[in-house]
């Protein structure tokens, strides 16, 4: 990442193990469960995934520029409010089952679009993926909280 660029950055624990945790935002399935079920594509390289959000005409498409099993998803917007934009999301072994370390690249600036992006990444981690990891229920959009 360039000197003058900012990322959005999350650590996450989880009870469960990386197999699981790589899975939920790996698969398309996984995504749903956690992020939004509007979720379309192949979840394979280079293949791109469509999400969207609303009414259903909102969200990125994200080309899959890695899937490294077990270890590391990395995405690259190639559509939508992030264009170019890489998304990563490394996954590790940890004592209480697995960490996750959450990187949303390429930010010119902290703008008011980066902070709301930021908190909702924490939602969407820290709440939603996590609950569905360690309780089988996710909280995916449209329940996230207006912010």
């Known amino acids: 990442m360039n000197a003058n660029q900012y990322a959005i950055r999350h650590r996450i624990e989880v009870e469960a193990s990386p197999a699981e945790l790589y899975r939920?935002?790996?698969?398309?399935?996984?995504?749903?469960?956690?992020?939004?079920?509007?979720?379309?594509?192949r979840d394979a390289e280079g293949e791109t995934l469509s999400v969207r959000?609303?009414?259903g005409d909102v969200g990125p498409d994200m080309r899959i520029e890695c899937l490294r099993e077990h270890e590391r998803v990395q995405w690259r917007c190639v559509k939508g409010?992030?264009?170019?934009?890489?998304?990563?999301?490394?996954?590790?072994?940890?004592?209480?089952?697995?960490?996750l370390v959450f990187e949303h690249g390429g930010w010119s600036e902290p703008s008011d679009f980066f902070m709301h992006c930021n908190s909702k990444w924490g939602y969407f981690l820290v709440v939603s993926l996590k609950s569905y990891l360690e309780t089988g229920v996710g909280h995916p959009h449209p329940e996230d909280p207006a912010i």
């Open 53 to 55: 959000f609303g009414s």
């Open 24 to 41: 939920a935002v790996a698969t398309r399935e996984g995504i749903a469960a956690w992020w939004t079920p509007r979720v379309t594509g």
């Open 81 to 99: 409010p992030w264009p170019g934009m890489r998304l990563r999301f490394d996954v590790a072994e940890h004592e209480r089952g697995s960490v």
